[in-house]
């Protein structure tokens, strides 16, 4: 079976640009939830997205943004990008119903100058 | 509110010695608990898991993790140190009866196995 796949692995975005994260979910796995990883911390939950609709959310600005398509892969959007939106972008698929079997991708480094 | 604490940044222990890394929680209800291990540049990988059951979970990798409730902590071990096992290592807890599949991650604890 395929793991999660994340795109692009590096992204430089300068201040006041919008990026956008892609996710592949795992073959089976119909619930995507994003994480931020600042540098030397642990993951932050950002959302979650079942059946296409955002059903969990975490302490971030509307101007982070998610789409979850009819296959289950999924699209993360910043706008006007900050300096302190320099992370690592984790994505997470799971199954429905256990709750245990999360699945991580490799992420997405983004780097804001 | 839930959240996790890992209270050592680096923990630093020879080739073939016991490792433990510390993790302790805080959730108004029961909780599942897991390991992550990440590696420089990758993403999280899965070591080990608590739902219910026995408290002595066992996990890849020859880890094993004991929860314990009156404590609230969940500490992860290997009899057994390698120098592979050098990497960055994150407990993480989950609300059983929350809505969505929110992780709350501890700040992570750097695990350097000498040789």
């Known amino acids: 079976e395929t793991g999660v796949t994340q795109s692009p692995t590096h992204l430089i975005k300068t201040r006041g640009q919008q990026v956008t994260l892609r996710c592949s979910s795992q073959s089976g796995h119909n619930t995507v939830s994003w994480y931020q990883q600042a540098l030397g911390q642990g993951p932050q939950f950002i959302f979650q997205?079942?059946?296409?609709?955002?059903?969990g959310r975490g302490n971030f600005p509307p101007r982070f943004s998610g789409l979850q398509f009819p296959n289950y892969s999924s699209e993360l959007n910043v706008n006007a990008l900050e300096l302190d939106d320099s992370a690592l972008y984790l994505c997470a698929s799971s199954p429905t119903g256990k709750i245990e079997g999360y699945t991580f991708g490799s992420g997405t480094r983004l780097t804001v100058v | 509110a839930q959240s996790v604490a890992q209270p050592e940044d680096q923990v630093n222990v020879a080739e073939g010695n016991p490792l433990t890394v510390k993790c302790t929680y805080s959730?108004?209800?029961?909780?599942?608990l897991f390991w992550y291990v990440q590696y420089p540049n990758r993403g999280l990988q899965f070591l080990l898991k608590y739902i219910t059951g026995d408290n002595l979970v066992k996990g890849s990798y020859g880890f094993e993790a004991e929860f314990n409730k009156s404590q609230t902590s969940f500490h992860l071990k290997k009899p057994s140190a390698l120098v592979s096992d050098s990497a960055l290592y994150f407990c993480a807890v989950r609300l059983l009866k929350a809505a969505g599949n929110k992780l709350t991650f501890g700040g992570g604890t750097r695990v350097l196995v000498k040789p």
């Open positions: 997205y079942y059946r296409e609709e955002e059903n």
């Open positions: 959730v108004s209800g029961n909780p599942y």
